[in-house]
């Protein structure tokens, strides 16, 4: 079955530091990834999306790539703050939309 | 500003009791969602529609139910059918298919068995 599969333990990290997170995913060939934020108690964020054709994408800190060969997109937070803790979301859909498919999310602890 | 608020932000049901959970959003987008989110899981459709008065199951939709009467409306009814509906529920809407611009997400429902 199509799965996306992000680190399940949580990522702690020195504020100042790149903080580097991982999707996977099997079974699925998507035409888009995305990336999300998640706050405790709150609905995910929307942050950045890189399409299949795409190796690079960047907003502002952030940066995520796409490797069709891996089955992977890394998602990167540079000069990292405490508030970037939080969870985040890779998510993969294909064409047509509709029926995207979630991670299950790591969470992001920044330490000052 | 635009956004999509849910309400309640809390609820309780009893046993054998259905319970919507409400949905509105003032995006203007065509497209509406309904995810639910359990621990270390990640987020499963419940229903989704890509126009009003049209609604499709998602991959988990045995024991809810939606409607879709207003572009701005998309409420879903937790029914007695649904053993285990404890969870954080998650609405959602997108311009079209939500791939190529992302989803804009509300800030949820958390539904409790008492």
């Known amino acids: 079955s199509q799965k996306i599969e992000q680190n399940s333990e949580a990522l702690n990290i020195q504020e100042g530091k790149t903080a580097t997170l991982t999707c996977n995913y099997t079974n699925y060939s998507p035409a888009y990834l995305q990336w999300y934020r998640q706050d405790p108690g709150r609905g995910p964020v929307f942050l950045l999306l890189i399409r299949e054709n795409e190796k690079e994408k960047r907003k502002e800190r952030l940066k995520v790539t796409f490797d069709t060969t891996l089955k992977q997109s890394l998602f990167h937070i540079t000069a990292s703050q405490p508030a970037d803790s939080a969870t985040y979301l890779c998510a993969a859909e294909g064409t047509g939309g509709f029926k995207t498919i979630f991670g299950a999310g790591t969470r992001l602890f920044v330490k000052a | 500003d635009g956004g999509i608020t849910q309400s309640p932000k809390y609820l309780f049901r009893k046993e054998g009791q259905n319970v919507t959970l409400s949905c509105e959003q003032n995006l203007n987008h065509d497209a509406m969602y309904w995810y639910r989110q359990d621990p270390g899981q990640g987020l499963r459709l419940i229903y989704y529609s890509q126009i009003v008065n049209d609604f499709q199951k998602g991959d988990i939709a045995e024991g809810y139910s939606v409607s879709r009467e207003k572009k701005e409306s998309f409420p879903l009814t937790v029914t007695s059918a649904q053993k285990n509906p404890t969870a954080f529920y998650l609405c959602?809407?997108?311009?079209?298919?939500?791939?190529?611009?992302?989803?804009?997400f509300g800030s949820g429902t958390r539904l409790t068995v008492v």
């Open positions: 959602a809407s997108s311009p079209a298919g939500g791939g190529s611009g992302g989803y804009t």
